[in-house]
């Protein structure tokens, strides 16, 4: 079992910035693909953004491309979502996730693993 602890959430004005992190405390997160999901108060959980193991491929959901930057650093064993020129429509709680699979383009569903989400708040 793989537990994964997020930070860095907060409440933030419109136009600013966060950077979220995740770690997996006695586990090497190397070893997996890993994502960040959303989910926002009555809506669905939904992707945000995924990195391969090592960190050189990433893709984003088309609603915050240009604007977040997921990144890992697997000598800290860390995973980061830098998010820039944040809207009130991404105001959501934030999930890190982890995947046995050795792709990273994968569905939702692959994601084995999750934390217990840190809130993200964007006033207007």
């Known amino acids: 079992q793989v537990q994964l602890v997020e930070s860095g959430g907060g409440l933030v004005q419109a136009a600013g910035s966060l950077r979220l992190s995740c770690t997996a405390p006695?586990?090497?997160?190397?070893?997996?693909?890993m994502g960040w999901f959303r989910q926002a108060p009555g809506k669905e959980r939904e992707f945000v953004a995924a990195?391969?193991?090592?960190?050189?491929?990433?893709t984003y959901a088309d609603s915050v491309k240009g604007r977040f930057t997921i990144s890992r650093d697997n000598v800290q064993n860390m995973m980061y979502l830098e998010m820039n020129t944040l809207k009130p429509e991404d105001t959501a709680v934030y999930y890190c996730?982890?995947?046995?699979?050795?792709?990273?383009?994968?569905?939702?569903?692959?994601?084995?693993?999750w934390g217990q989400g840190t809130q993200v708040t964007v006033s207007s």
């Open positions: 996730a982890a995947s046995d699979y050795s792709d990273y383009l994968i569905p939702m569903t692959r994601y084995g693993y």
């Open positions: 006695g586990r090497l997160l190397s070893l997996y693909a």
């Open positions: 990195i391969n193991r090592s960190g050189i491929r990433t």
